[in-house]
């Protein structure tokens, strides 16, 4: 990608499929649904950027922009108790899908109601039954105690655990693009996460329409599984001193040059937090309409138990 032209660098491209489109230069769809919530600016010297918070403080939704899990959900029983379930998206997973998720919970809260908290279902089939309606593959070669699915194109695909564990264990992996700190986009919900929430973030993971994205923001060890549209006509070069926008692609830029120069990152479980000296710009959570995103009906088979 480095010996594109300057203009086509930047020119904006219709991503398809959309899971493998990336982060973005912020995640403000993600926090979109919920941009009418309180909203919280932490000082600069704390791990969390932004936060956002449900009336009643019991659901938070925080932007850790330069972690490697930029986007932490979080649900508990009153504002101060311990947490019941988190979901994690990581720094390559696209925050129009997140938005998905966010939109479902945005929907379930209400005063006095635990839509949110609801125990999840007993059937593994429940969190994903918009992948399998999709024509999504489960093999035959998973772990013992474990359910995995796969996209059509193989470049997506889902990880349910069906074994007994504590809390906060992780059981269900959304995932898209090859394995790689720079390629590989997850969702991560622990085990108590509801299911009709993860169907929800599923339903937008599967969802054709297209993504936008600046040509450079598409990684070389993607670009050869996505198909671009163009959505305008080819930028013309700039000329004059650099405008705040400019700034902000060469911060971006060089923070991926770094990052491809360096170790690869280690998975959340084997490594520690990686940042750069230019932290991923925060949400300005700025209001705007949001795709509707509704589960699955559910399903008539007979499905097997945990």
């Excluded at 004059?240 to 991926?256: F, I, S, Y």
């Amino acid at each position: 990608m480095s010996d594109q032209p300057e203009d086509e660098r930047w020119r904006e491209y219709r991503v398809t499929p959309r899971y493998l489109a990336g982060m973005g230069f912020s995640g403000d769809p993600a926090f979109t649904p919920v941009s009418h919530w309180p909203r919280h600016d932490p000082d600069d010297d704390n791990l969390c950027q932004l936060l956002h918070t449900s009336p009643d403080g019991r659901i938070r939704i925080g932007w850790f922009g330069d972690d490697y899990d930029p986007v932490k959900v979080t649900a508990a029983e009153d504002a101060v108790g311990p947490v019941r379930w988190t979901a994690l998206f990581n720094q390559n997973f696209p925050p129009e899908i997140t938005a998905g998720f966010t939109s479902a919970l945005a929907r379930d809260w209400e005063p006095d109601a635990e839509h949110f908290l609801a125990r999840p279902s007993i059937y593994w089939d429940d969190n994903v039954a918009p992948l399998l309606d999709a024509g999504w593959e489960r093999l035959e070669t998973s772990e013992p105690g474990t359910v995995e699915l796969r996209a059509p194109d193989g470049q997506a695909g889902a990880w349910i655990d069906t074994r007994s564990y504590g809390r906060e264990d992780e059981t269900v992996v959304l995932w898209a693009g090859p394995e790689g700190y720079l390629t590989r986009a997850e969702a991560t919900f622990s085990s108590d996460t509801p299911s009709h929430l993860i169907a929800a973030t599923a339903t937008a993971l599967n969802d054709p329409t297209p993504i936008v994205r600046e040509r450079h923001m598409i990684h070389r060890d993607v670009e050869h599984l996505v198909r671009l549209e163009p959505v305008t006509a080819r930028a013309q070069p700039r000329t004059g001193a650099p405008t705040p926008l400019d700034a902000k692609h060469a911060a971006v830029t060089a923070a991926l040059h770094r990052a491809a120069h360096s170790e690869p990152g280690a998975r959340r479980a084997q490594a520690a937090r990686i940042r750069t000296t230019h932290p991923r710009p925060r949400p300005s959570a700025a209001p705007a309409s949001s795709a509707r995103v509704d589960a699955s009906a559910a399903r008539t088979a007979t499905r097997p138990r945990r």
